[in-house]
């Protein structure tokens, strides 16, 4: 935990500029409300402190033989069990009112777990909670970055921690140094600059935020990834010397849900995603994505023994799902048997 001043984020400027870029893609959220999300007191009058948390979601790697497997699908790590949302907001929102509790006044607050206009990796760096990486995302000395952040913006007036030394984004080289792994391992080339992603190309973009169908020209860089991708992450050498599993773990890694074979993936109905995902971030895709994303992943493996199913998907209800099962027929048809 940590505590940083409320006061205008210092990645504004480039918070706007990469909207301008249209970076963000489809997520028109993002363009909405920028003053709310650039400046706590905005939403919250009289702001004076941001409270940010940060809980490690690292688990041990899978085995070797499942998760490198072309014939199974891949999923981010951090979908591997219950919604963050749902694990964070409770203690967060215990924390906010021990904070009312504490002082005098009864100050106001809200609290975010990724639902509200908070710059999240911002306020963490100011909050001393690790510095932002090449890769945009915020990498813990102590645990890398796999790390869920949640914030409470609030009217008391709370002594602020120090923050951490610049990323490098503004001033200089920052903790990466001349470390450019997480860039050069990224599939889509989805870095156009250091610290500047481009969601447009990011496979979790992709395969999470992209509703309708997936780039023709992006599909093959996938591979196997149906839900999210952590290469960027997986490379890099904070995470390697210094993640570790949390005391309190709310992840696990079952390979049926989270590292699936893609041909039994297909069969799945809507009432069979349901039961499978329920109360997992994997939802967010519904079944129509997950399927999607399954078929591209298939037409990836380029075996034949994959043709039966992706030729029943055809009759799929979800055109969407029919799109990409005849793109991965292709990729398959086209190859030499």
Not at 48 to 68: D, H, K
Not at 136 to 157: D, F, N, Q, R
Request: glycine letters at 8%; one cysteine or more; charged letters at 25%.
């Amino acid at each position: 935990m940590g505590v940083a001043p409320a006061r205008e984020a210092r990645h504004a400027a480039g918070f706007r500029r990469w909207l301008d870029n249209g970076y963000h893609g489809e997520m028109a959220w993002l363009e909405r409300n920028v003053q709310r999300r650039t400046d706590p007191s905005v939403v919250v009058p009289g702001a004076r402190s941001v409270v940010m948390v940060g809980r490690s979601y690292y688990i041990e790697e899978p085995p070797a033989a499942l998760w490198n497997d072309p014939a199974r699908g891949r999923m981010a790590r951090y979908a591997w069990g219950a919604d963050y949302h749902d694990v964070l907001l409770p203690p967060l929102m215990e924390l906010m009112q021990f904070v009312k509790a504490e002082t005098p006044g009864a100050p106001a607050g809200r609290a975010y777990v990724d639902t509200g206009p908070v710059l999240e990796r911002t306020w963490a760096a100011d909050a001393g909670l690790g510095f932002i990486g090449k890769n945009g995302l915020l990498i813990s000395p102590k645990h890398g970055s796999y790390v869920l952040l949640g914030g409470i913006i609030t009217t008391a007036e709370l002594d602020y921690d120090q923050p951490a030394t610049d990323d490098g984004a503004t001033l200089g080289p920052g903790h990466c140094g001349q470390c450019r792994r997480c860039l050069n391992a990224c599939p889509t080339h989805a870095f156009p600059a250091p610290y500047i992603l481009n969601s447009n190309l990011c496979i979790s973009y992709l395969t999470i935020e992209q509703k309708g169908s997936i780039p023709e020209s992006l599909r093959g860089k996938m591979r196997n990834w149906i839900y999210g991708c952590d290469d960027c992450q997986t490379v890099c050498p904070w995470v390697r010397r210094y993640s570790r599993p949390s005391p309190a773990r709310f992840l696990a890694f079952d390979a049926d849900r989270f590292c699936p074979d893609l041909m039994e993936l297909m069969t799945l109905d809507d009432d069979a995603f349901r039961r499978r995902y329920k109360g997992t971030p994997i939802t967010r895709t519904k079944r129509r994505g997950l399927l999607r994303n399954a078929a591209v992943a298939l037409g990836n493996w380029g075996e034949r023994d994959a043709l039966p199913v992706l030729r029943r998907a055809l009759e799929d209800p979800e055109p969407l799902i029919r799109e990409h099962a005849r793109w991965a027929i292709a990729q398959i048809e086209g190859r030499p048997a």
